[in-house]
């Protein structure tokens, strides 16, 4: 099995410095800094990255679980808000919610609802996420 990676540099002290964050495969790449991550400043955070992660690893184990089933989704809009809040003197994510909006043909919501909570359990970066509450709002559209 393949090993991702990503990486990050970061110059500077806290409040003023200044970083980059890159994926491997050259597909993103941009600056974060304190302001980006706990303000409105431009820039990217590490918790849009998990977000799009998670939303993206849902989405696909959503799909391979309806697949199962006997579904073939026309689409799958899945959109992670990722709670960092202030726990005791350190930061922590403490919740994600995912917000799916789907579009499957032949589909009854109770079949819907157990493979979308089957998904949100079993994609691996909801797996590695355990720790923080992980809420799913599920729609057929």
Excluded at 14 to 40: C, N, P
Excluded at 74 to 80: D, F, P
Excluded at 87 to 109: F, H, Q, Y
């Amino acid at each position: 099995m393949p090993i991702r990676k990503a990486n990050a540099v970061w110059e500077g002290d806290l409040m003023k410095g200044k970083g980059t964050m890159a994926l491997e495969s050259g597909a993103y790449e941009g600056k974060y800094s304190v302001g980006s991550r706990f303000d409105a400043d431009p820039g990217a955070n590490p918790e849009e990255l998990l977000g799009a992660a998670h939303a993206g690893c849902f989405s696909m184990a959503f799909s391979a679980g309806l697949g199962k089933a006997g579904f073939s989704p026309n689409s799958i809009k899945t959109e992670a808000k990722v709670h960092i809040d202030k726990v005791g003197d350190g930061w922590t994510i403490t919740k994600i919610e995912l917000s799916s909006v789907c579009d499957i043909p032949g589909i009854d919501n109770d079949t819907f609802q157990k493979l979308a909570n089957d998904a949100k359990e079993g994609c691996p970066v909801s797996r590695a996420l355990a720790g923080p509450e992980i809420v799913l709002e599920a729609k057929l559209a």
